[in-house]
């Protein structure tokens, strides 16, 4: 080992120039990798959730007439009780998501870029007995996560949320202007949900509707609409008595961005989905487990890709340049070659020498690109409100483990080289 080092330091420009080339792909390696790690942490997490329930999207605009006009449509509770009664179906739960910041078109500062899962505030009916097949509760690092007898302002936090705004069990929590107590703190998922804030559907209905204008003013109307007569609305003109109507119909409950449906034991949630399917197919968009599974291995896919482009740049950047470096070096000492081979130095020492040496270079440069990597990773993640970089051990170690690996893989060629010279073919060469 000390010779090896010696070798180097014998052709110091040419050993640093090849070790920042290698440190230059495992650098692409442990950032995009890291990145790639979590968000696929996070798209496993949300496949475990979303293959446990039948999800119900609203369908088009048509789905909701004041739904549309606010900027989004939404799902009727009268719809959500017609689905409870198919065949299969245990429960079924309306759900509203929406961003735990309000955006200030006014404010630029407001619509600042997100990297990450954001923070979400998540409303949950909690007076149905949907529970998701494969995620029926989240462990609690404090406190519980709410239920029916909370007070409707209790809400749970994720574990981000929590360490973002130095909150504990019993604090007061203000969402978008009106304060909540803090009643149970997640604990840590790596995934969506230690970013959000449950509460109960009803106070998030309540906050999605003071967003949205349209919505704000139809609720204000509807308790005036509520005291006119049918036979006062008869005379009023057309469009007057169409606001009127819609104004009368309006409905907190009705507020729902989607529903989650459970099924019951001994039933297959694919043939229940599809079941929903034939009988709302005009009124709501229904998505399988098995569709929302195979929607979400698509988007893994890409992320994957991005560590093997990566791994790509280290094997090409890296590999040539060791290859090269170990080329250069064998040429430069053939006649050193020739007299270790003359004194009993056996192919296989030669061969093992060069390759150990390779071997050293992509360790170097793999233990400079990925500490560069993993020092750039930490720093964007405490520069961002919720972390995009997972920086496991095993992680870094398998990196610096590829580094050496494509050393010793780079360097067999020329150390076979090397290997296979006569002595005296070697000394009379110089």
Known sequence: MKEIFRNMWRRKMRSVLTIFGIAIGIFAFTVMGSMSLKINKMISGGKKYITGQITIMPKGSSASAYGSMGGSSFLAVDTLNKIAEVEGVQAVAGGVELALKEVDLNDPSSQSMSFGMPATIEGMDLETNFENRNWATMDMKDG???????????????????????????????????????????????????????????????????AVPFLKSLQERSDEAANISDASLAKLPEATRLQIQEAKSFKLEDINQMAAVSWKDGEDGDTVANRIKDQFKDEAVVLSPKKMGE?????????????????????IVGGFSIINT???????????????????????????????????????????????????????????????????????????????????????????KASRMKAVDAIREL
């Open 326 to 416: 170990m080329i250069m070096s064998i040429s430069e000492r053939t006649k050193e070659i020739g007299i270790k081979k003359a004194l009993g130095a056996s192919r296989k020492a030669i061969a093992s020498e060069y390759t150990l040496e390779a071997g050293v270079i992509g360790l170097i440069g793999g233990l400079i690109g990925m500490g560069l990597g993993a020092l750039l990773a930490t720093i964007l993640n405490s520069k961002t409100s919720a972390e995009i970089f997972m920086l496991s051990p095993g992680f870094l170690g398998g990196v610096v483990a590829f580094s050496f690996v494509l050393g010793i893989i780079a360097g067999v060629i020329p150390a076979i």
């Open 144 to 210: 519980h996560m709410i239920t029916k007898d909370d007070p409707t302002t209790a809400i749970t936090i994720g574990y981000t949320i929590a360490n973002d705004n130095s909150l504990k069990v019993g604090d007061t929590f203000k969402v978008r202007g009106k304060d909540f107590q803090v009643v149970g703190i997640a604990d840590q998922t790596l995934t969506g949900p230690d970013q959000y804030v449950f509460m109960n559907i009803n106070q998030a209905r309540q906050l999605l509707i003071d």
């Open 295 to 315: 929607m979400i291995d698509k988007a893994s896919a890409i992320f994957n890709t991005m560590i093997l482009g990566s791994a790509l740049i280290a094997l």
